[in-house]
Every structure is written in C-alpha cells, then in structure tokens.
C-alpha cells in the first residue's frame, strides 16, 4: 500500500508523468481502499491522472481543497472525520449533501467547488444488488444512527420514502439533532436507545435492519443487538467490511446478510460519475476492489 501524500508533499505528486488528479483525503486514510477502486476505472476510461491518498488534519480541509484546486485536482473523495468539514468548505452543495448534512465528493470546477453526497445512493444500490431491496415503501431500522454514517443513511432512507423509520443510538440524545431535521421535511421517525427494554421488539419488527455503529470494528467486539431479535424474515445491512458479531448472529437467525463493501463500491461508482458523468466504471471498480480484497 502506497504511504498516503500530505499537504507538504502534494505538489510532488501532482507533478511529472501520471500526475495526481483526484484524492480521498481523511484522518487516517492509510487504510483506504478508494484508491485500489478508484485507479482501475481512471486507466480503463484513459484518463492520464492518479488517484492517491491524502491525509489532512483536522481543521485543514478549506486548506486542503484550495491546495488541490491550486494543483489542478479534478475533485476528491470526503472520509471521516472531514466530511461536516467538507460541507461547510464547499461553495455549492446540491440538495442530497444538505439533507445528508455531509459532503463525502467534491469537484473543483473552474468557478466553484461542487459538493455532492454519494453515501445514501451508495447504500441504496448495495440493498438492492444485496437483498433485491426496494427502500420505497419498506420498513427500516438503522442501529447507530447518532453516528454520521448512520445520519446520512437515515436521511436517505427518509429521501426514498421508506415507510417506517426506527433510528436507535446508545446515546438517545444524540438523535435529536438527526429527528429535528427529518421533522422539519414533514418526515416522522421513531427513536429508541439501545438499552430500551423494547429494542428488541422495536427493531426486530422491521425488514431491514442496518448497523452504523463502530461495533464490529474489532474483531471481538459484541453485536449492538440482542441475537434474539434477529429471524430469517430479516436482511442485516452491516456497514462494516469484515465479518462483525452482528452478521455472525444474523447468519445463525437465518436472515440474509451483506457487509459495508458494496455500499463502499457503488458509493465510489457514483462519485466518478460526478466527476466523469458519461463514464461507466463499475466494472472496472468492482475487479479493483476484490483484487484488493485478496489475502
Ligand atoms: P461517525 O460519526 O464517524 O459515524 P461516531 O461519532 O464515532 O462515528 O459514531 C459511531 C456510532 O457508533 C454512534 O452512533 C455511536 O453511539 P453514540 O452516539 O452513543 O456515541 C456508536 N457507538 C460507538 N461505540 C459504541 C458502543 N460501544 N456501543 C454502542 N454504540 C456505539
């Protein structure tokens, strides 16, 4: 794995034969897999440019966008914890990103910075590819939805016109802001904490259940839910990409499973088509994110 550039180093790599042209910037990024999907889909459409990791600290994002623009960057990819960052660094945001409340890609057009979110399209096209899931109309349940990556989701999912809404959080209050602007679109959701006496009641009765949280991150951290909740009417959306205690007992119960790597995949595809937007890269994606998937 290439060591990520960083605000110093940035010039070098935008410069010479094959110059950088497009970043996923975070704090860490090291880990990203974004530049093993995104590279492939450059090089098929010919597109002379290198994808690279970026790392920025917190604080630095407006600084960052300026430097890439500088550069002649086309745009770049948004990760945690910048992307609240983003939003407010960007000249224009469409109306997805200001529902979502986060920017997660970004295009430096010559008059303006163009911010955009491709999560909850991402999430949207990874139930359906998963589970053959039509959000219209379905019943929802998103665990963690305190988190941003649950927010976005949740907000999405209210865009889709899910019919119910269950956003759960350890922290109850951390769903308040979350539930403010959901009302304030005429959208009403339920909320419940995870420690509620009737969360198992509350969540199992939904047909999609999806976990933002950071549990499962570890290899031996628990499920954020009661594994008796869980049946084989159920699909299991883990945002995760490795196999967590959640999908573990979602298995045993039955219910068909999926993990956080086809959300990555379509959230990506729909990025390079902001920036690209007659290009067709998913194939190309897909074979660069399961040839970095490979032990
Ligand atoms: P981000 O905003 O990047 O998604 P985050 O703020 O760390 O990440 O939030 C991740 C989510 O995981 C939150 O919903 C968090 O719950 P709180 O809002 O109560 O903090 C949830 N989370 C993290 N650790 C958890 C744990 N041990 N049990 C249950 N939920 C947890």
């Keep these: 794995m290439e060591t990520p550039a960083t605000l110093a180093t940035l010039a070098e ?8 042209r497009l970043a996923v910037i975070g704090h860490p990024i090291a880990h990203s897999l974004s530049p093993r999907m995104q590279q492939p889909a450059l090089d098929e459409a010919g597109i002379d440019a290198r994808y690279i990791a970026l790392e920025v600290a917190p604080g630095e994002v407006k ?4 430097r890439m623009r500088e550069l002649g960057f086309i745009g770049c990819n948004v990760t945690v914890p910048h992307k609240f960052d983003a939003l407010e660094a960007c000249d224009e945001v469409d109306d997805i990103a200001r529902d979502l409340g986060a920017v997660n890609t970004v295009r430096f057009d010559p008059d303006a910075i163009r911010g955009t979110n491709t999560d909850g399209i991402g999430f949207e096209r990874a139930v359906e590819e998963a589970f053959d899931f039509k959000l219209a109309g379905a019943d929802v349940a998103i665990i963690g939805a305190g988190g941003g990556a649950g927010g976005a989701i949740a907000a999405h999912c209210a865009r889709a016109g899910v019919s119910v809404l269950v956003l759960a959080n350890r922290t109850l209050a951390k769903l308040s802001d979350l539930d403010r602007r959901l ?4 959208f009403e959701a339920l909320t419940i904490a995870l420690d509620d006496p009737d969360l198992a009641a509350v969540v199992g009765a939904n047909q999609l259940i999806v976990n933002t949280t950071s549990l499962g991150l570890r290899p031996d951290d628990p499920s954020p839910l009661p594994a008796d909740c869980l049946n084989g009417s159920h699909c299991v959306f883990d945002t995760i990409y490795k196999p967590t205690a959640l999908l573990r007992d979602a298995g045993k119960a039955g219910a068909k499973c999926a993990n956080g790597r086809l959300m990555l995949l379509h959230q990506g595809v729909a990025a390079f088509r902001f920036w690209f937007p007659d290009s067709d890269p998913e194939a190309a994606m897909r074979a660069g994110l399961d040839a970095a998937s490979q032990p």
Aim: charged share 5%.
């Design 13 to 20: 790599a935008a410069s010479g034969p094959h110059p950088a």
């Design 63 to 66: 600084a960052a966008f300026a």
């Design 183 to 186: 009302n304030s679109r005429g």
